[in-house]
Nanobody, 114 residues
């Protein structure tokens, strides 16, 4: 049974940093594409960053140079380091695994506000 559990969200001021974690169970995290998506109120869910099985990262243009996706195989965990946060980064962030079907975590709220 695949399970993805996100953590690390919260309230941060503009320019601040947060690190999100996604602990995965029931899968081998390096086998398929994993990534982070986000959904702001009233908007569609959008891609933030993905990591291929060959560890090649891809980022949305809006987060390039500010966000870094990574994984720890020993901890079966996917991370998203977010720096220089902006109010427009406010959203619920979801971990995603592309296996036999799409799997999603429950989401973690990130709020960037002064």
């Amino acid at each position: 049974q695949v399970q993805l559990v996100e953590s690390g969200g919260g309230l941060v001021q503009p320019g601040g940093s947060l690190k999100l974690s996604c602990v995965a169970s029931g899968i081998i995290i390096g086998r398929n594409v994993m990534g982070w998506y986000r959904q702001a109120p009233g908007k569609d869910r959008e891609l933030v960053a993905i990591l291929t099985s060959r560890s090649s990262p891809n980022y949305a243009d809006s987060v390039k140079g500010r966000f870094t996706i990574s994984r720890d195989f020993a901890k079966s965990t996917l991370y998203l380091q977010m720096n220089s946060l902006k109010p427009e980064d406010t959203a619920v962030y979801y971990c995603h695994y592309n296996g036999d079907r799409a799997y999603w975590g429950q989401g973690t709220q990130v709020t960037v506000s002064s």
